[in-house]
Each structure stands twice: as structure tokens, then as C-alpha cells.
């Protein structure tokens, strides 16, 4: 029997549902104007990464103090506990690094109020493409549309919300990953602590 090839949407789902979003929440961001779609990313990344480090730590009372943290500060906000912990690698980071300079950009920039993704892309230099790219691209250049290849910048620039959302579900996917071993984890440890106790009882008998 064949088995069903792993969604990273059912582990976006799933994520929704831990974070209490109404089902399908992440699917209907691609229909939003680009300000909305930004400033929803980034508010659900950083709510999934938050609830992915408190679960990792063990500690369910860290979920406030973790929340207020800066989510993109790589010194001490989310990313640098993300990179500690192991639960986010180099190509996670510079993506949420990313996401959240455009959503700041977005949010307190007063000069990008109805602005788009493409607007944002085209202010950038040489510098700032490759950078956009090497953040949020697919990593394969050239990329292959159908039977076609085309530059992986010339990609992203003409798809950009479509690139970010794929690397955004990637990212939640596997944030979630993570999240579901570091709750198994923690189910296994507790059972070995209590372990002897319950091993002590039996002997006693009724």
C-alpha cells in the first residue's frame, strides 16, 4: 500500500488550529491586498514560532514572556532562542529575518500605505534582490516553470507573494515538525520521571 506523501498545508492546518485561527486562515492570505497579506504572514509566523520555542522549552508559563520577545532580533528575541535551541536552521532564520523587514517596511513606513510586494521590489538594488532571493527564493536557478527555466530572480521578483507564501508554509511546516517532537519529548520524559514511583507501587500491591 502506498503511502500518502506528507502536506505541509495539513501541518499549517494543524498549527491554525493550536493557534485558535478559523480553518484555512494561511489558504485565504493569497487573497488578500499585499499590505494585509504581509502584516497576516508575519503575525501568524511569529505566533507559530512562539508556541514552537515555548513547547520546546517545556514550559507552558513561558508562553507570555516568550511572546513579548522581538521576533527577528538574533541576539535576543525569538530567532536567537530558535538557533539555541536547534529548532531553526540558517535558511528559517534569514527567512523570518526577511518577512519582518517587509513587514515592518510595510507598517511603519508611511510612504508604503497601498503599496505592493511589487512596489517593494522595485526600490531594491542589485544587493537587496540577491538578498530577497537568497531569503525567500526556491533555491533552484534556474527554476523550472512547466517546460520552461527561468532565472530564479526573475522567478521570485514576478511571484513574489506566491514565493513568500510557499517558503512561509515550508517554515510553519516545519515548525510544526519540531513542535510535535518536542511535545513527545516532553511526554517521554515525564513518564521516565515518574517511572520508578509507579514501578514501586505495583510491587506494594492493592
Known amino acids: 500500500m502506498a503511502t500518502k506523501e506528507p502536506d505541509p498545508l495539513d501541518d499549517v492546518a494543524r498549527f491554525e488550529a493550536d493557534l485558535g485561527l478559523r480553518s484555512g486562515f494561511f489558504r485565504a492570505l493569497l487573497q488578500e491586498d499585499d499590505w494585509s497579506f504581509v502584516i497576516k504572514l508575519h503575525a501568524l509566523v511569529d505566533g507559530a514560532i512562539t508556541h514552537l520555542l515555548v513547547e520546546e522549552l517545556g514550559h507552558p508559563e513561558a508562553m507570555r514572556p516568550i511572546s513579548r520577545l522581538s521576533l527577528a532580533d538574533t541576539r535576543s528575541g525569538k530567532l536567537a532562542f530558535g538557533a539555541a535551541l536547534a529548532v531553526l536552521d540558517a535558511h528559517d532564520r534569514r527567512f523570518v529575518q526577511k518577512l519582518s523587514e517587509i513587514r515592518n517596511m510595510f507598517a511603519h513606513d508611511v510612504r508604503m500605505a497601498g503599496s505592493t510586494l511589487a512596489d517593494y521590489a522595485s526600490r531594491l538594488d542589485d544587493a537587496g534582490l540577491s538578498s530577497l532571493v537568497k531569503a525567500v527564493g526556491p533555491g533552484r536557478d534556474p527554476f523550472p516553470i512547466g517546460n520552461h527555466m527561468v532565472p530564479e530572480r526573475q522567478y521570485v521578483v514576478e511571484n513574489l507573494k ?44 492493592p
Open 162 to 205: 506566491l514565493t513568500i507564501w510557499v517558503t512561509a508554509m515550508y517554515t510553519i511546516a516545519l515548525a510544526y515538525q519540531h513542535k510535535k517532537l518536542a511535545s513527545s519529548k516532553n511526554r517521554l520524559f515525564q513518564s521516565v520521571v515518574t517511572l520508578p514511583s509507579r514501578v514501586k507501587n505495583r510491587e506494594r500491591g
